[in-house]
Structures are given as C-alpha cells and as structure tokens.
Nanobody, 126 residues
C-alpha cells in the first residue's frame, strides 16, 4: 500500500524559504510520479510540481517556476519541495501525491492522482 507523509510547513515572511518533505513507501516499481499540490481557502486544489521517479523529469506550475524546486532522495524515499522567494499567494495547505501517471501533460490535474498524504500548512505573511 502506497503511503505518503508530508511535513515541513510553517509560517514564513515574504521572500523567505521553506523546504517541504514527502516520505513515501509502498511503491512496487519505479514508474510512479510524486506530485505536490496546494489548496488555498476557498480555492480549488492546484498542481505545484511533479517529478517522475523513473527518469527524474520535473514539471512546474507557471506560478512557481524559478522559485520552487522538486527533488528526490532515493536512499531516503523522500521527495522535497524547496520553496524560495515565497509570496503571500503561496499560502495554502500543501499535499504530496503519488500515481502511475501515463500522461504527464495532465500532471497538474489532481483528480488523476490516486494516493495522497495529509496536508502541511504553509503560511506566508506580507
């Protein structure tokens, strides 16, 4: 059974940095993708970033390109989301997810992802 544990959220000031972690277990092969999503109050869940565990390709939402970096530590079975130059609009509950994605063109569509961790709250003050 795939299990995901997200951590690392907190309160930051605008311009600050934060690193989220997603500890993963239960994968039966390397074809999974790990994604980070976020949901702000009153808004729909949106894709932030995604990484393919098989080839390391990464994907980012336009709103975070150049500021966020997704990476994986295979030895620790952990995916990280390094967030820099944080803005108040980055405030949200962040979730990590896993799935055997077939079409990465739609990676940011949260309904396509089967496995979810609990959220971790990121608050960016102005």
């Amino acid at each position: 059974e795939v299990q995901l544990q997200a951590s690392g959220g907190g309160l930051m000031q605008t311009g600050g940095s934060l690193r989220l972690s997603c500890a993963a277990s239960g994968f039966t092969d390397d074809d999974y993708a790990i994604g980070w999503f976020r949901q702000a109050p009153g808004k729909e869940r949106e894709g932030v970033s995604c990484i393919s565990l098989s080839d390391g390709l990464t994907y980012y939402a336009d709103s975070v390109k150049g500021r966020f970096t997704i990476s994986v530590d295979n030895a620790k079975n952990t995916v990280y989301l390094q967030m820099t130059s944080l803005k108040p609009e980055d405030t949200a509950v962040y979730y990590c997810a896993a799935d055997l994605l077939q079409y990465y063109a739609y990676w940011d569509d949260y309904v396509r992802w089967d496995y979810w961790g609990q959220g971790t709250l990121v608050t960016v003050s102005s």
